[in-house]
């Protein structure tokens, strides 16, 4: 498979790389995180015992980002979600009150973080990668501007596969189709599956993303998600029909693996509210005078920045494996370049 050349050249997109020196000491980046920038321990050969429980800890435990997804899967599902003896049959009203829901927290989110980190400036610079925000103007978005262009590809067909999956699940597991465990069932089997799907996610996504960045896929449909090269809450989401179709199809697994509603809601919070945050544009948030809440990643920044490295995720290392990882440094961006070029 080859790889789309669509990437601005160095020169292009305004770097001013010194062999040697870190890509964030050019002059397109505000901040950025110590480079070289490094994959999670998992697997890391000899183990690292410690290092994994602290990396599991800080991605889990209370005031993080995986916490308050899972938080809100709980509450969706004890407190929201309709009993499976409504879903048997597709009808309006519960499907459209699935989408309803959906549409509210993707919209309170996404508004609510470029509000906060665009339009107050509440955290200033603090943090953000680019020099420039996520409000371009062009004739390659929709209307001429890219919040719009981006609010409209969210909304129209991203909350749309979102409900159209979600609601399959429920109508599915309403008829017999597919297993549902519960805690009692098996505890251990029950809270490990939550850190899998990091895991096949990550897998998923590094292949899906490369077939999407092969040249016809991303001619007539990846185009649509990397018009945002400066990202921002309502970039993430930003894609056309078809990547929705295929990025999200990381939540089928639970067809195959025995699961609960809990672990489903969670999975999907995850490929979609969570893009709210990793194209925040800002690594962490802000929290009251000392704390804060790490909502992205470089990792996933140079993707956007270079469009030819970095395909998967920081949990599985996928891109060193096949060599398109980028770890920040000048030295690995040119590289990269030159191989593109070839």
């Not at 790490?294 to 970095?310: K, P």
Request: with cysteine; charged share 15%; glycine share 6%.
């Amino acid at each position: 498979m080859t790889t789309v050349i669509t990437s601005p050249s160095i020169t292009e997109a305004g770097d001013e790389l010194i062999p040697g020196t870190p890509a964030g000491e050019s002059k397109s980046w505000n901040w950025h995180p110590d480079v070289p920038i490094q994959y999670s321990p998992l697997f890391c050969v000899p183990l690292k015992p410690l290092a994994i429980l602290k990396w599991f800890a800080n991605a889990w435990l209370p005031l993080t980002e995986l916490g308050c997804y899972l938080l809100i899967a709980i509450i969706v599902s004890l407190w929201v979600q309709p009993p499976l003896q409504h879903t048997a049959s597709l009808e309006f009203g519960w499907v459209f009150g699935v989408w309803a829901r959906n549409i509210l927290m993707m919209t309170a989110l996404a508004t609510m973080l470029h509000l906060w980190l665009y339009t107050w400036h509440k955290q200033d610079s603090t943090y953000r990668f680019l020099r420039t925000s996520p409000t371009e103007k062009g004739a390659k978005f929709l209307g001429g501007d890219q919040l719009r262009d981006n609010v409209f590809w969210v909304l129209l067909s991203g909350v749309s596969v979102w409900t159209l999956y979600e609601a399959g699940f429920w109508f599915a597991y309403a008829n017999g189709y597919g297993s549902i465990i519960g805690f009692a069932d098996n505890p251990v089997g029950f809270v490990l599956w939550f850190p899998l799907i990091a895991i096949w996610s990550s897998f998923h996504f590094y292949w899906i993303h490369r077939f999407l960045h092969w040249k016809p896929m991303y001619d007539r449909f990846h185009s649509v998600h990397h018009r945002s090269v400066t990202i921002g809450p309502w970039s993430g989401l930003s894609m056309h029909p078809v990547e929705h179709l295929l990025y999200l199809s990381s939540v089928l697994i639970h067809f195959i693996i025995p699961s609960n509603p809990i672990h489903v809601l969670f999975h999907l919070y995850w490929l979609t509210l969570a893009t709210a945050t990793s194209h925040s544009g800002y690594e962490s948030l802000i929290v009251g005078k000392t704390g804060r809440i790490t909502i992205s990643t470089f990792f996933h920044q140079l993707h956007h920045r270079y469009f030819n490295c970095n395909f998967g995720n920081v949990e599985l290392p996928m891109d060193r494996w096949f060599g398109s990882f980028n770890d920040g440094s000048s030295a690995a961006t040119r590289r990269l370049f030159r191989r593109e070029r070839k």
